[in-house]
């Protein structure tokens, strides 16, 4: 099976590094993981500069980017001024943000699950009117870092509420790289029920060294082919503490390749984009000199 790879580094990897990144080198980022392969590439993030202060360029960016044929380019929109914002730059797809708990969604946007599908609603809508696909997220889909063990059944009714609004994706974030294949297992076997599997895309942190194996678990046993991933591994979410970055792209590439994937992603040019940027990097791959591909 082909799989699709969004490539959340700029947006994910960069948003909790605390010196500011020049816009310059984030554009050239952007395009030199253009020509890695992915399919698409969350460019940044139209949310306020105080909250994350790292996506404050979030239209230059944009701007100043090279777009190449084919690629999504894609931003996190948080409520409607950050749609606004976004359209004013010509994004190609919106994320817009809930949470399977209360805790981690006001801590996050500053609401809860309630109020977070208040702020989405009116951006669905605006964005589906311009023309533009939606996808969802729902942080915490596994663990909380401040509500613990987060069940099943509660990701499930955000997952439903959110197609029902009219998102076309929904991304299960384990935003603290928390979940094991266990749990990915257990939520699947009831997601399934209700969504096909296309419209189910997987983003898991690599804090407890799980995230490899969660992907192959989803892929081989459920049948998920769309994956979020980080070049480098880069990543970590401001708002939920401790957590490390995202699965590498290259080690995600690299596994699923060798589990008998169709990927067309270049595990070598990926290595070589997160290394332009000079921060420390959590791949695999990117530690071994010459590896056996
Ligand atoms: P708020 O303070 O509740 O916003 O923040 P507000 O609507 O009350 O507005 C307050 C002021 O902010 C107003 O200005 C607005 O215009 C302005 P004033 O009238 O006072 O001068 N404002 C904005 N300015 C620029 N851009 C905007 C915007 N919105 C309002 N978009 C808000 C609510 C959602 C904006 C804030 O909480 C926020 O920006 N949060 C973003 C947090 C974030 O980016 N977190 C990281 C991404 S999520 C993540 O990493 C998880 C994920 O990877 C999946 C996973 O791993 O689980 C996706
Ligand atoms: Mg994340």
Not at 157 to 183: F, N, Q, Y
Request: glycine share 8%.
């Amino acid at each position: 099976m082909l799989v699709r790879i969004t490539e959340v580094a700029p947006r994910d990897g960069l948003q909790n590094v605390k010196d500011l990144i020049p816009t310059e080198r984030k554009v050239a980022f952007i395009n030199a993981l253009s020509e890695t392969g992915v399919d698409e590439i969350e460019a940044t993030a139209f949310v306020h500069p105080k909250w994350v202060p790292q996506m404050a360029d979030a239209e230059e960016v944009l701007r100043r980017i090279d777009r190449k044929p084919g690629v999504i380019y894609s931003a996190i929109v948080p409520n409607e001024r950050g749609l606004e914002r976004a359209l004013s730059v010509g994004v190609d797809k919106v994320a817009v943000l809930t949470a399977a708990t209360d805790t981690f969604n006001l801590k996050n946007i500053n609401t809860d699950i309630e109020g977070s599908f208040q702020k989405l609603i009116p951006v669905v809508r605006s964005a589906k009117a311009s023309g533009l696909p939606v996808r969802g997220y729902v942080s915490v889909a596994f663990w909380c870092p401040y509500e613990g063990k987060v069940p099943p059944q509660r990701v499930r009714d955000v997952v439903l509420r959110l197609l029902d609004v009219g998102v076309d994706e929904v991304s299960l974030g384990d935003t603290i790289g928390r979940a094991s294949p266990k749990d990915v297992a257990e939520l699947l076997e009831i997601l399934l029920r209700d969504v096909p599997a296309d419209r189910i895309v997987l983003h898991f942190h690599a804090t407890y060294g799980m995230g490899i194996a969660n992907v192959l678990c989803a892929y081989r046993e459920f049948g998920i082919y769309r994956y979020d991933s980080s070049a480098g591994g880069l990543g970590g979410c401001p708002y939920a503490p401790g957590a490390s970055g995202n699965v590498a792209t290259e080690d995600v590439a690299f596994a699923l390749k060798n589990s008998g994937a169709e990927v067309r992603v270049d595990v070598l040019k990926v290595v070589e984009a997160a290394k332009s940027l000079g921060l420390p990097l959590e791949s695999a791959l990117s530690r071994i000199p010459k590896p056996i591909l």
